[in-house]
């Protein structure tokens, strides 16, 4: 019987070759050509030419590792983590950050004209940070112990479950780092048994740290394995007397096999239940299992631009579909007459509820269930909207729902999305719908990786 993983290629497995690179791919990989023949290098950049190792070779294309950059890029720099290439929090520290944020808006510009198969849309220049470090407001980490017994406490390393040991990170708030000195300082002081995930067995799983960016409060969550925890004053105390700001510090206790990383139920060790932070001027209450949005800075400018596309007047009625904790209605409702926003999560419809009201936000109304489902629903009770904004997870929207959406009329149509392959996807079905794209904004919510979010506007074609 032939070997179904033997192909036919002039590229070998384990060989080393010399080549250049001619683009990078949508996760930032370096992409090159052998014999016509299409090998994916990590951490390569265009332009470059590269000695690399042949570590998988498919069908269509192969794995290569870099080994060497004998003609490196101008837009490479050497990035500033010392556990860079074996985390897989990171992968585009090695391209200076203007580069990055080229790559993003031509990523975005391709997918619209190759999937979408849409020309002359205006794609602008991906909004920036001026600080493209220390933005993220949450960072969740396993605790374990190497194979000498060591206390490791980091991120996992990229495709597996090893702890790479963290002593600084470089996209998350500072003083995150001095939370994860500090726990392992008391693991080992007071002999703390730490998670085994192989067994199910010890007891601290997790270490999760928040950051109010504008309010400066801090939540400290220790995920365990069991209800007690030993030495929690201990914690308590190490903390706060060495940490400015700490607001909050939770015991959530998870006993489930499982790779989801909070448990339901949480005990308050020190101060409030939850903390605090703004974006723009509309507050919200953060618990451990709360949805915030990582980055503030740039959720602020992604909102402000989705509300400066619908351009609302104040008599306009809007629907927010996959409206989440109600972020986005809260900022629509600044100058909309109405807001119905849809969400098929009860519990983030709740806090969409509990935000409104904190805001004395009074035209904002919540549904529970699908968009697709609830917002013909609304149509056919003689709702219907003037602008609908549609922020979908990664998968896009629902087709239903587009039709949907089509059939109401509205004049303007705000999508933001957080995967470009699929705001083209969906682009294109508006188009046939009656939608013209007038504009997409990319905005940079996570510096230092590959992923970029954008908002696009819409307009239905008078006919």
Known sequence: MANLKSYNTAVEKNKEYILQIESNGHQGEGVGKIDNFTIFIEGALKGEVVKIKVIKVNKNYGIGKLLEVISPSEERENPICSIYKRCGGCNLQHTGYEAQLNFKTERVEEVIKRIGKLENIKVHKTL????????????????????????????????????????????????????????????????????????????????????????????????????????????????????????????????????????????????????????????????????????????????????????????????????????????????????????????????????????????????????????????????????????????????????AIAKMSPQKIVYVSCDPATLARDLRILSDLGYKTLEVQPVDMFPQTAHVESVALMSKVEK
Not at 313 to 326: K, L, N, R
Not at 349 to 363: L, S
């Open 128 to 403: 920036g940070m001026k600080n493209p470090y220390n933005y993220r407001n949450k960072v969740q980490l396993p605790v374990g112990r190497s194979k000498d017994g060591e206390v490791v406490v980091g991120f996992y390393a990229s495709r597996s479950h090893d702890i790479i040991n963290m002593e600084k990170c470089h996209i998350q708030d500072e003083v995150a780092d001095k939370v994860v000195e500090l726990t392992k300082r008391w693991i080992e002081k007071y002999n703390i048994e730490t998670y085994n995930e192989e067994n199910h067995s010890g007891l601290v799983r997790h270490i999760m740290i928040r950051k109010g960016f504008k309010t400066g409060e801090i939540m400290i969550v220790v995920v365990t394995n069991g209800q007690k925890l030993p030495h929690s004053n201990e914690f308590v105390e190490l903390m706060t007397e060495n940490i400015e700001g700490v607001a909050s510090i939770i015991q959530n206790i998870n006993k489930n096999k499982t790779n989801v990383i909070l448990g339901e139920k949480s005990k308050t060790l020190y101060g409030k239940d939850t903390i605090t932070d703004f974006i723009g001027e509309f507050k919200f209450n953060i618990s451990p299992l709360s949805f915030f949005q990582v980055n503030s800075i740039q959720t602020e400018v992604l909102y402000e631009k989705a509300l400066e596309y619908a351009d609302l007047t104040g008599d306009e009625t809007v629907f927010d579909a996959y409206c989440g904790t109600g972020t986005i209605s809260l900022f629509l409702s600044q100058r909309a007459k109405k807001v119905y926003g849809v969400e098929i999560v009860p519990e983030a419809i709740e806090n969409a509820i509990e935000n409104a009201k904190t805001n004395r936000v009074t035209n904002a109304e919540f549904i529970v269930g699908e968009a697709e489902k609830e917002i013909p629903k609304l149509i056919d009770s003689g709702i219907k909207a003037d602008v609908v904004v549609v922020d979908p997870p990664r998968k896009g929207c629902e087709e239903s729902l587009l039709h």
